[in-house]
């Protein structure tokens, strides 16, 4: 994968791979917070 100049010094895998591993923790805690705290809010908002 061909980077800009300015990201250049950012092309080993490495760097792919954290950003990756950072998105994909943060989506599972997005996730995680949704089926934590939303949907038993709305569950009870709804039924009570």
């Not at 805690?29 to 709804?46: D, E, G, K, S």
């Amino acid at each position: 994968m061909e980077l800009p100049q300015r990201f250049a010094e950012y092309e080993h895998p490495t760097w792919l791979t954290a950003v990756a591993t950072a998105l994909s923790y943060g989506l599972i805690l997005a996730a995680m917070t949704v089926v934590l705290f939303v949907v038993p809010y709305l569950l009870f908002t709804q039924l009570g």
